[in-house]
C-alpha cells in the first residue's frame, strides 16, 4: 500500500479523541444582509477563523422581530452546506432551501419555538469535513480505508469539524445573540452528506445536541461502518430526536435499503415513532435543493415543536 495512505489512515486514528475545549475569540461587527427578498435578519461572516479546520463562511438568520427580545431565549438550529438555505444567487444549483420564509411562518404560526438559524458553508473539503470519522477508522477494512483517502484526497476531518461547531462556533453564536444554549434547544440539519455529519455529532456530542434532521442522507460511502458504530454510539432517546427522509434518488443510490438498516437500529435502541424519531418517503423528489426546499417545514416541526 502508498505509504502517504498509510500515514493518514495512521493519522485519522490518532486523532478521532476529542481535544480540550477551546473557545477562539471571533469579534466581528457586521451590518445585516441587504436583500430585499429575505424576511428577517440575515449576518454573514465571511471566512470564520477556526484553530481546527480552514476559516469558512457562516450565516446567521434571526426571526423577524428578534429585536424585541424573547425573554427565554431562542432555540439555534445549526445547518450544513449553509450557502444554499436563504438567497439563491449564492445556491449551489440558484435554488435556495427558503429558510427564511418557512421559518417565519412556522414560528408565526405557532407551529415552532422561535429559532435562531445557523447556516455553516461548506468549503472545498466537504468530503472530508462531512464523512464520520470516527467509523471510518474503526469500523472500514484498512482497503476500505485506502479507497476513500485516494478519491477525497486524504482521510476524514470531521471530528476537527466538529471541534469547530461546538468549541468554537457555537459560543460565538451563545455571546453573540440571545440563545437557549442547553442540549434541548439545540439541533442540527443537512442534506445528503450534510445528513451523515449531523447524525454523527449528536452521536459524538448528546450533551450539546437535541436532534437531527437528515434529508436525503447519502447513506452508500459508511453504510456498514456507520452502522457498527451507530449500534454502539446512537445516544439515548430521552432528549434526543432523529429526522429521517429520502426522495427518488433511492431507487439509483440505494438509499432505500440501507436507510431501513438505520431505522432498524433506531428502533432497536428505544426510539418511539412519532416522538422520539421520524421517516418519510418521498415519491417524485429528486436529490436537490428544489425537494428539500419543499419538504423542510416537515423536519423542522418535528424538531422544533414546543413539547413543554
Given at each position: 500500500m502508498n505509504l502517504k495512505i498509510v500515514d493518514d489512515i495512521r493519522t485519522c486514528c490518532e486523532t478521532t479523541n476529542h481535544g480540550a475545549p477551546i473557545e477562539t475569540k471571533i469579534q466581528l461587527d457586521l451590518s445585516p444582509v441587504k436583500n430585499a427578498d429575505l424576511i428577517g435578519t440575515l449576518h454573514h461572516f465571511p471566512s470564520l477563523p477556526s484553530t481546527f479546520i480552514n476559516p469558512r463562511n457562516v450565516d446567521v438568520w434571526l426571526p423577524p422581530n428578534y429585536d424585541e427580545g424573547d425573554a427565554g431565549g431562542y432555540n439555534v438550529l445549526y445547518m450544513q452546506d449553509g450557502q444554499n438555505l436563504f438567497e439563491s444567487q449564492k445556491s449551489f444549483i440558484g435554488v435556495d432551501w427558503g429558510m427564511d420564509q418557512t421559518m417565519a411562518t412556522l414560528c408565526q404560526e405557532k407551529e415552532i419555538r422561535p429559532t435562531i438559524?445557523?447556516?455553516?458553508?461548506?468549503?472545498?473539503?466537504?468530503?472530508?469535513?462531512?464523512?464520520?470519522?470516527?467509523?471510518?477508522?474503526?469500523?472500514?477494512?484498512?482497503?476500505?480505508?485506502?479507497?476513500?483517502?485516494?478519491?477525497?484526497?486524504?482521510?476524514?476531518?470531521?471530528?476537527?469539524?466538529?471541534?469547530?461547531?461546538?468549541?468554537?462556533?457555537?459560543?460565538?453564536?451563545?455571546?453573540?445573540?440571545?440563545?437557549?444554549?442547553?442540549?434541548?434547544?439545540?439541533?442540527?440539519?443537512?442534506?445528503?452528506?450534510?445528513?451523515?455529519?449531523?447524525?454523527?455529532?449528536?452521536?459524538?456530542?448528546?450533551?450539546?445536541?437535541?436532534?437531527?434532521?437528515?434529508?436525503?442522507?447519502?447513506?452508500?460511502?459508511?453504510?456498514?461502518?456507520?452502522?457498527?458504530?451507530?449500534?454502539?454510539?446512537?445516544?439515548?432517546?430521552r432528549g434526543h430526536k432523529i429526522y429521517l427522509d429520502y426522495g427518488d434518488e433511492a431507487n439509483s443510490a440505494g438509499y432505500l435499503v440501507r436507510q431501513k438498516g438505520v431505522e432498524h437500529i433506531i428502533r432497536e435502541r428505544g426510539y418511539t415513532f412519532g416522538l422520539d424519531w421520524l421517516a418519510n418517503w418521498y415519491a417524485g423528489d429528486p436529490h436537490s435543493e428544489t425537494a428539500w426546499r419543499t419538504r423542510v417545514h416537515v423536519p423542522l416541526r418535528f424538531l422544533l415543536k414546543d413539547d413543554s
Open positions: 438559524v445557523v447556516g455553516i458553508w461548506n468549503t472545498p473539503q466537504r468530503l472530508r469535513e462531512y464523512l464520520p470519522q470516527r467509523p471510518f477508522c474503526e469500523h472500514q477494512s484498512q482497503q476500505s480505508r485506502s479507497r476513500v483517502i485516494k478519491r477525497y484526497g486524504g482521510v476524514p476531518i470531521s471530528d476537527r469539524f466538529l471541534r469547530f461547531l461546538v468549541y468554537e462556533l457555537k459560543p460565538f453564536v451563545d455571546r453573540r445573540y440571545c440563545t437557549r444554549p442547553e442540549r434541548e434547544f439545540t439541533f442540527l440539519m443537512g442534506s445528503s452528506m450534510g445528513g451523515l455529519i449531523s447524525l454523527y455529532a449528536i452521536c459524538e456530542y448528546p450533551h450539546i445536541f437535541g436532534g437531527a434532521g437528515c434529508l436525503s442522507t447519502h447513506w452508500p460511502i459508511p453504510h456498514r461502518s456507520f452502522g457498527k458504530y451507530l449500534k454502539a454510539r446512537l445516544p439515548e432517546p
